[in-house]
């Protein structure tokens, strides 16, 4: 995950409230000078501020008064660009100027954001975001076997309390109490907030001139075809989506037996090892394909060599470095601010790992509770990403300094992560010893990253569909949660192991709804990282599309210079071109398409559906 709140953050002080804006009419070089110069200068100075203000609350979420000053920071910030919105960009017109980066630029500046709500009701959605966020990261639950225990004592919070039992247990009954009572004290607490959250994040959308808050959301992805064009991506990967869960299917039912009612060919969303069975990892070993043949254990590996948290993290920029990128110890070293483990003196943290650039050019974090562990090693060399584009398009303007769309940033780490994750790189880093290369062994490799990857596309696809129709208003308040599960039948082919009701709020269970993150980025990125890394493995010379003989997930692109120079090329633009031109610069091609996917995993696909076939 990547702070976003840049753009979005509003704002209004009473006391610039007080100065009724003048409006100038710029001309283009003036325009210039006043983005190069004040505009650049100010804005990045707001921008450190309310990050500042938010790492400090993130980092102690109980404190009041440190959310007191975040309110404050987004407030101030808000001000800020609704003033420079009224005198300078509000009735810009993009084709009015010549320079494209200029066109672009306004055409980004024109938009509030939030901020153009009244600082009656910023404040208001600020608190109810906060107040989400709060419930979310702080819901603790009775372990099952003492439920009804005193929770200030012994209640188990998600992390790491909750996901150990979620991933270990292989009791049905236990699995079951878990993800109801997680429910019960996440979602179902704050389904009146959301109410509040979707009228006023609306109100805001509309004051921009757009329909909804959803409308919003789409927008950072230019263009007009968006829904039909993930639509196409999914209609790609679903045969492969479906084979695997008919498969996974399969094991369950071999481990749960008459418990799992697979009838009506939708599974029980409890028993995947995942809170939101969102990824499926954690059920490897029952689902593993060949049990005799070589598997990837580097878990083991890590606690043989007694790897530090620290070690992951420089294995991790280790990587990063022999592509000739930008070294980031900044982003971990915590003596300049930065938390990469669960703090033991007392306070309660947002553990939900992210990356964040401080906006000055000097400070980037990340903020992590790490474990040493394979997951958690595969996680640093996501928000690493993060921290890798920050670093790459730190020089572009302050409007630039994004992803080319959302999906780009959340698809860098991920793709070195692909590189990382084979078999032949965890040899030469010695976290793999004995690993015998046949067909048995790559396809339970293969099954691993099918867990995580494939197993996601229809999760990260469902999110932003069901609340694209809840800020339209298509589903209305009384059937939120039962329209959740209409998706979740529909993409996951998932159901609620329990009854489920209005009095519920599923979605609010999963971080990113009650944080008011977008998510069809997730979705996006796990298309783009596989065009990424095929591309870099072009580059390094370790893939050639025309050679059947060498398969594309073997690829390791390690100290690849010619790798790295093609990332940095794309990341450095930031989001100053269109996505689709930087998408060219990096892959060759300008459009999103999951052909690279589906070559990755071809074995994997022939052996599932001859299994299946069975
Ligand atoms: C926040 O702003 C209010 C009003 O401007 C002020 O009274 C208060 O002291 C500020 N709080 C903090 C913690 O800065
Ligand atoms: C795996 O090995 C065990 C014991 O060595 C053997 O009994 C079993 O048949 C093997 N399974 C497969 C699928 O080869
Ligand atoms: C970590 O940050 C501190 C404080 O800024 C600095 O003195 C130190 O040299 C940094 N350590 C490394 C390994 O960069
Ligand atoms: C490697 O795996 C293949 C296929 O399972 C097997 O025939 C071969 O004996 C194995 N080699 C070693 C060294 O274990
Ligand atoms: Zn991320």
């Known amino acids: 995950m990547k702070n976003l709140n840049i753009v979005f953050v509003a704002n209004i002080l009473p006391l610039l409230l007080a100065i009724t804006p003048t409006k100038c009419v ?6 210039k000078n006043l983005l190069a110069n004040e505009y650049e200068r100010t804005a990045s100075a707001i921008c450190t501020k309310v990050n500042e203000a938010e790492w400090n609350y993130e980092t102690d979420i109980n404190n009041h008064e440190k959310e007191q000053i975040v309110l404050n920071a987004t407030l101030q910030s808000a001000a800020f660009h609704k003033k420079y919105w009224n005198k300078y960009f509000k009735d810009l017109k993009p084709e009015d100027f010549q320079d494209p980066e200029i066109k672009r630029q306004v055409k980004d500046l024109k938009l509030l954001g939030d901020s153009a709500l009244d600082e009656k009701k910023l404040a208001e959605l600020t608190k109810t975001v906060n107040a989400m966020t709060n419930i979310y990261s702080t819901a603790k639950i009775c372990p099952y076997k003492d439920q009804q225990c005193d929770l200030a004592k012994s209640g188990l919070s998600l ?38 959250y979707v009228d006023l994040s609306n109100e805001a959308a509309v004051a921009n001139n757009f329909k909804d808050k959803g409308e919003v959301w789409r927008y950072g992805y230019e263009s007009k075809t968006f829904i039909q064009d993930i639509d196409e991506l999914w209609n790609q990967v679903e045969p492969l989506y479906l084979e695997l869960h008919k498969y996974v299917g399969s094991k369950l039912k ?4 008459d418990k799992l009612d697979d009838s009506d060919g939708l599974l029980p969303a409890h028993l995947f090892g995942n809170m939101w069975a969102q990824e499926w990892n954690n059920i490897a070993q029952l689902v593993k394909p060949f049990p005799n043949a070589s598997k990837i254990d580097v878990d083991k590996a890590l606690i043989e060599q007694k790897y530090t948290i620290l070690d992951l993290f420089q294995t991790s920029d280790n990587f990063y470095k022999s592509l000739g990128l930008i070294p980031s110890d900044i982003c ?10 669960k703090p033991t003196d007392g306070r309660e943290v947002l553990c939900h790992a992210s990356a964040w650039d401080f906006c000055d050019g000097k400070n980037y974090r990340i903020k992590m509770c790490t474990e040493v562990n394979f997951e958690d090693f595969i996680t640093i060399h996501h928000e690493m990403g993060h921290i890798q584009y920050f670093l790459q398009y730190a020089k572009q303007p302050i409007t630039f300094r994004e992803g080319a769309n959302p999906g780009f940033h959340e698809a860098i780490g991920d793709t070195i992560a692909l590189s990382v994750s084979t078999p032949k790189h965890l040899e030469k880093i010695n976290l793999l010893k004995n690993y015998n290369n046949s067909y048995e062994s790559s396809i339970n490799t293969l099954m691993d990253m099918a867990l995580q990857k494939i197993a996601f596309l229809p999760f990260g696809l469902l999110i932003d569909k069901w609340r694209w129709d809840v800020f339209s208003g298509a589903v209305k308040p009384e059937q939120w949660n039962a329209h959740w599960w209409e998706y979740r039948k529909k993409y996951q082919k998932i159901k609620p192991p329990v009854a489920r009701s209005e009095e519920d709020f599923d979605p609010g269970a999963k971080f990113h709804v009650a944080g008011d993150s977008e998510y069809i980025a997730y979705f996006v990125a796990h298309t783009l990282q596989f065009q990424f890394y095929k591309s870099l493995c072009v580059e390094a010379g370790e893939y050639n599309p025309d050679d059947k003989n060498v398969p594309l997930h073997n690829c390791d692109f390690y100290e690849s210079k010619a790798a790295g120079d093609k990332l940095r090329e794309g990341l450095s633009l930031g989001s100053s071109k269109h996505w689709s031109e930087v998408l060219e610069v990096m892959t060759g091609s300008r459009k999103l398409d999951a052909s690279a996917v589906l070559e990755y995993f071809e074995p994997l696909y022939k052996f599932l559906k001859e299994k299946n076939s069975k």
């Open 254 to 257: 071999e481990r749960f037996g």
């Open 332 to 341: 971990y070293n915590t003596s300049a601010g930065a938390m990469i483990e």
């Open 159 to 196: 992390e790491p309390g909750i996901e150990a039992v979620i991933a270990k247990s292989t009791d049905y009954d236990e699995l079951l109490y878990v993800w109801k009572a997680w429910r019960d004290a996440s979602g179902a607490k704050m389904r009146n907030l959301y109410r509040i």
């Open 26 to 31: 710029l001309n283009e070089q003036e325009l």
